[in-house]
């Protein structure tokens, strides 16, 4: 078995998020980075898309999901990120990073990691 890691790196998205009166209706952005672990035995020898992550795929369906969500807690979020990774079949192991911009007055973002 050969393995590699993949990643997709600071995927902007805008959903529901927090518990303030005012980030129940207005989306915001997050920012996901993801890193996975697949083996890569079959797309070596293939160089077909089919035989390994397609992360192109994958971001639309984070995309997607996170569009679509409604969550108080980025720490529920980035599990339900996690889970809908993990459904793959050819993935290994998983880590998500959530950071949530402007959640803090005098800091870059709050952030939440997660791994399988």
Do not use: C, W
Not at 18 to 41: C, F, L, M, P, W
Not at 102 to 116: C, G, K, R, Y
């Amino acid at each position: 078995m050969k393995t590699a890691k993949i990643g997709i790196k600071d995927l902007k998205v805008h959903t529901i998020i927090g518990t303030n009166a005012d980030e129940r209706v207005n989306k915001q952005e997050i920012i996901i980075n993801i890193e996975i672990e697949t083996d890569i035995s079959q797309a070596i020898i293939s160089d077909d898309n089919k035989d390994t992550v397609d992360y192109y795929h994958l971001t639309n369906e984070i995309t997607q999901f996170v569009n679509n969500s409604n969550f108080y807690l980025i720490e529920r979020l980035s599990y339900f990120i996690l889970k809908l990774i993990m459904k793959h079949e050819n993935i290994i192991k998983a880590y998500v990073r959530l950071d949530k911009p402007n959640a803090l007055p005098d800091a870059t973002s709050a952030f939440v990691e997660i791994h399988s």
